[in-house]
């Protein structure tokens, strides 16, 4: 199943919610809001939400945005639920290696690693 | 004995000096992040002129943004009536970009670690940290209200380093 939203291409495996964005430039400082409040519905849509957040093509992002994935984080544990991200760009992963959210996300290579840590509780692949 | 600081370069000192000199541009806006993306996104824009990497542009941004997003939301704490000025100097070797609200100011000294693990989890409060990871130089000033972020363009050709400082005597 797939639906588009505005700003988020929401598809589903099984129980798990697969999200990525339409624009390269969607964590800019002008779009998070908004994107934090489409990510919101989400979650709280989900009884126990396992999530996965792409960041493929995504060339940017701000202190905003990253603030945002943890609140999105939060409310994801809130409900007993994991989250994970994947394909974010040896440029992007540089900022969550310089505020150390590495070691808050779970983070994987790809979609492919990400669904396979859920559905097995492995953690094998997880970028530090 | 006084000291005079020269900005040197590889091509001697008179020619650095002379390609060191940019025209200081001044924009001044209200309080809107619009705006604020608005020069933001002349400056880049008068960076890739000049030949800056994608590599600077990204640091470029992103140190841009942190600054002007707390100078209109922390330090003018979004007021209609109060303006952010924002003032750069951009030439091939490097960018100079100034961010002044009109905020009381705020001491980046007592700024608490956002990658101590107990302030991970916190939503804000990484501005400063990043500002400082991407520029070769953040300097604040006394008062707190006004931030001066510098970048080497780290694309140049080897003739086109970026200048370094130094101190000559005299007397």
Redesign the interface.
Known sequence: MQQDAARLKVTREGDIVQVEFTSRKIL???NIAEIGDQLSVLVEAEHRPRLIISFAGV??L???A???L??IN?KVKNRDGQLRLCNISP?IYE?FL????N??FHIYPTVKEALESLRSGSQAGRLK | MKHLKLQAGPRGQRQSREKSVGLWCTEEFPSE??E??RVEEKILSQCRKHAYGQ?DL?AL??AL??AI?NAIRHGNKCTPGKNVRVKYRITRQRVDVMVEDEGHGFDPAVLPD??ADEN?????G??V??MR?YMNNVVFSPAGNSVTLTKFNESSSSSDTPLSTTTVAFG
């Not at chain 1, 310089?98 to 959210?101: D, G, N, S």
């Not at chain 2, 991970?120 to 804000?124: A, D, E, K, N, V």
């Open positions: 800019d400082e002008g060339d940017h701000s202190s905003a990253l603030g945002t943890i609140t939060n440029q900022v310089i505020t150390k959210l070691t808050l | 992040m619009s604020g993306r590599r990204f941004k992103l943004e942190e997003s956002p990658t991970l989890q916190r939503t804000c990484r501005g940290l990043l990871a």
